[in-house]
């Protein structure tokens, strides 16, 4: 019999810098799916690898004075030494500088470009080149710049476009006979409200750097940077080269990323899957965000925790457990070290440490370590017994709902119920009294024999702990910890052999310092990057009062970008279309040079909504986005993240 598959990918990570604990935190709820997959009997195919190419790596390496290959390979080593000690079981690693990678990429655009779903569209326009402005006829004075009185040129370039708006209703309706396709429901909504808004095509090709795949059909421009990458998915499970393999794991069963990138993998993916005439992914899913001590992760702040440090410390498998019990999946959650050691302390060491620890010196000490099931039973091991069956059967349903938290709470209800049932039994009492051997015996085996159902159902979350509470209660490893062999009453008879603890506790030291099982780990002083240091502004003064009347006649309303591209020839401006509820403006914003146009769809701005026109470069701008600058070269737009667009902001 076939056994059923089940792909799932993460994102692949940008090897722009090392990777931090919120990757750590995708990778791992992936790879505790994929193994819980495997646990069910499936077969399993685990995708994450790296995303190359774009500007971004190509600065960075320019700023090293190496090439892009050279800059992303060291990196590279990093992500695979951080997923070998974090015990991710990948099947592969894909990296889209791969030659494999590029074969399909250029594949896709060939076929999709044959088929008309791209075109290529020139702006073409009468150019001044010092001012770099792009001028129409009639805005010409005598044939000259309007600006600058110089002559003008006649300049085009040209993009590639990809046809997003031809899939808009396929799209729609696609979501509404698929409502499970985006996970979280949140998600779900706000996909397709963006989509109702109107789809605009996607420039998917650039000419103004090299670091990426070469278009086929016109080698002067290289592959946008997320058409590239998206396509990664298809590339691990050899699209276009085994077909076998490929038709074996496609469908994807689960996209998992983080809600920033939903966009990408609910939207475009599908409508490029559709071009193509590839089928869908089964979903989608789209989890919250990491933050550290309730604030944002920024090399500013000093604040990017390094998973590797963190494993050194504390070990994969406590770094893998508060990931996955402290924080809700789908919802942002809070990293913090207090947290952490008191998670570690509480649930690793005290409740299933100590479990082990008493059950197998209880067993060494009363039975010279063998144990059997004598089978004298009372009415608290029926109760136990109800308890790890109805856990086995919860766990299942939780995890294949993705209820990632409620499965390990379930487990550690059984964990805290076994514990409660060494007092209620009492081993001491029983020991003292020949007569009460056999059930003893039964009591010891009991317990030994949850333990067992314990490590099958934790090997998903803290993989490396099934084996020793296996080798602890003397069993063989398995190749597999299977659902099948989490029935109680399997196991027949055992002789244990107690080892070191689980998880020691964790003690602080007087100067914060951390220790474990007799190591000392220094206190953390996280040093701000120097390079980044919160800068000192130069204050600019207050300007004078006015009236509270003068300011309500300013109207600020949330708006939505639509659609965003850098306003041509000019360094500094982006063109954005953005919706104010149902209204579409044009708007142009001095924010190039803080933003990639990309990045800016989708997202929500703070709009002066009744503010004159104004013409930038030829432009008509109908508003102006409210930002944050601080005259040190730092710009933040406003923000309003989540509300309708059209809100009034007050
Ligand atoms: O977006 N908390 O790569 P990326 C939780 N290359 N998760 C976090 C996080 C945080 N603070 N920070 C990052 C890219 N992540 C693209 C993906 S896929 C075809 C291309 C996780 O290196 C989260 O899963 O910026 C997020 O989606 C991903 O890292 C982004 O990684």
Known sequence: MTKPTYYITTPIYYPSDKLHIGHAYCTTIADTLARFHRAKGEEVFFLTGSDEHGLKIQRKAQEKGITPIEYVDAIIANFKQLWNELNISNND???????????????????????????????????????????????????????CGRPVEKMQEESYFFKLSKYQ??????????????????????MINFVKQGLEDLCITRTTFDWGIPVPFDKKHVVYVWFDALLNYLTGIKYGTDDAMFNKFWPASLHLVGKEIVRFHTIIWPIMLKAMGVELPQKVYGHGWLVIDGDKMSKSKGNVIDPLALIDEFGADAI?????????????????????????????????????????????K???????????????????????????????????????????????????????????????????????????????????????VVAILVAPFIPSTSP????????????????????????????????????????????????????????KVEAPAPAVEEPKIEMEPIKEEITIDAFEKIDLRVGTVKAAEKVKKSKKLLKLQVMIGEEERTI????????????????????????????????????????????NGNLVLADAPGMASGSRVK
């Open 93 to 147: 690693f894909i990296r889209t500088s791969e030659e494999r990678h590029h074969k399909v990429v250029q594949d896709v655009l060939t076929k999709i470009f044959e088929q008309g779903d791209i075109y290529k569209k020139n702006y073409e326009g009468l150019y001044c080149v010092p001012c770099e402005s792009y001028w129409l006829e009639r805005q010409l004075v005598d044939g000259k710049c309007p600006d």
């Open 169 to 190: 209703d396929w799209w729609l309706q696609f979501i509404e006979e698929n409502p499970n396709f985006i996970q979280p429901a949140s998600r779900r909504n706000e």
């Open 320 to 364: 893998r457990y508060f990931l996955l019990r402290e924080i809700v999946f789908g919802n942002d959650g809070n990293f913090s070290r207090d947290a952490l050691i008191t998670r570690i302390n509480s649930d690793l060491a005290n409740d299933l440490g100590n479990l082990l620890h008493r059950t197998v010196s209880m067993i060494e």
């Open 366 to 452: 009363y039975h010279g370590g063998v144990v059997t099931n004598a089978g004298v039973s009372e009415a608290v091991d029926e109760d136990l017994q109800a308890l790890v069956k109805t856990t086995v059967a919860n766990f299942e349903k939780d995890m294949d709902a993705m209820e990632i938290n409620s499965a390990i709470k379930g487990v550690w209800a059984l964990i805290s119920r076994a514990n409660k049932y060494i007092d209620e039994t009492g081993p001491w009492i029983l020991a003292k009294d020949e007569a009460k051997a056999a059930r003893l015996q039964t009591v010891m085996y009991n317990l030994a024999e949850t333990l067992r």
């Open 468 to 523: 020793k509470i296996y080798t602890q209660l003397g069993l063989e490893v398995p190749a597999e910890f299977l659902l099948t062999d989490a029935e109680f009453g399997k196991m027949e008879s055992t002789k244990v052999q107690k080892g070191e603890p689980l998880y020691p506790r964790i003690e602080i030291a007087e100067d914060g310092a951390t220790i474990i099982g007799g190591k000392r780990y220094e206190p």
């Open 588 to 631: 142009v914003s001095g924010i190039a040079q803080y933003y990639e146009p990309e990045a800016l769809i989708g997202r929500n701005v703070i709009v002066i909504a009744n503010l004159a026109p104004a013409k930038l470069f030829g432009i008509e701008s109908f508003g102006m986005l409210l930002a944050a600058s601080d005259g």
